[in-house]
């Protein structure tokens, strides 16, 4: 089945540092990637939606000049966390779908990130 | 607005049946989808359901109505390392995924 690579797996970072999140879609194109964020015990948050060759969507409450996201590509998509804050420590997840094959089909997650900022 | 309602734990005896619900409200329906997720994991794909009906998958089944705008899933003969939890997430006109917050499995000896 289609494979998502999300990297790194985790990551500690100090205070006032950026950190960039990389999600590959293994053996597929992806136009749309979508990024998540999931604090402990809770679901995930859609927090944008990337798009390949144009600007991300973000959703209501969703900073895009602190989350940037590029989608350069068809299978990659990076998420940057600017000028992180110990509040920002979170588990950061990726997904896409394989629209090839159709709208029915299931998301296809990364491994996810665990970001600590310290 | 757009709602997913599901329980936040559930707990069951190895080798029980346990079902887990999940009503939605949302604009336009286009499936339902069930995944599984462990602690300090990615979600994992269970089922997709889309006409009404059940779909058995092995010792997993989900279910869909959608006049009720209801699911469940169904899990048999249950395992230790089924302790998880579990997510419904439908999908909206826009072909956009809305989650549930997910229900804690524990499962017990």
């Known amino acids: 089945g289609a494979v998502v690579s999300q990297h790194p797996s985790r990551v500690i970072c100090k205070s006032g540092t950026s950190v960039k999140i990389e999600c590959r879609s293994l053996d597929f194109q992806a136009t749309t990637m979508f990024w998540y964020r999931q604090f402990p015990k809770q679901s995930l948050m859609l927090m944008a939606t990337s798009n390949e060759g144009s600007k991300a969507t973000y959703e209501q409450g969703v900073e895009k000049d602190k989350f940037l996201i590029n989608h350069a590509s068809l299978t990659l998509s990076t998420l940057t966390v600017t000028s992180a804050h110990p509040e920002d420590s979170s588990f950061y997840i990726c997904?896409?779908?394989?629209?090839?094959?159709?709208?029915?089909?299931?998301?296809?997650f990364g491994q996810g990130t665990r970001l600590t900022v310290v | 607005g757009q709602n997913i309602d599901q329980p936040t734990e559930m707990t069951a005896t190895e080798g029980a049946i346990v079902q887990i619900n999940c009503t939605y409200q949302?604009?336009?329906?286009?499936?339902l989808f069930w995944y599984q997720q462990h602690a300090g994991e990615a979600p994992t794909f269970l089922s997709y359901n889309v006409l009404d009906g059940l779909e058995e998958k092995g010792r997993f089944s989900s279910f869909l109505s959608r006049s009720k705008g209801y699911s469940y899933l169904l899990l048999k003969e249950l395992q230790m390392k089924d302790s998880a939890s579990y997510l419904c997430a439908a999908v909206d006109s826009n072909y956009q995924l809305i989650w549930g917050a997910g229900t804690k499995l524990i499962i017990k000896p």
């Open positions: 997904s896409a779908r394989d629209e090839e094959e159709g709208t029915d089909t299931e998301a296809f």
């Open positions: 949302t604009s336009g329906f286009n499936g």
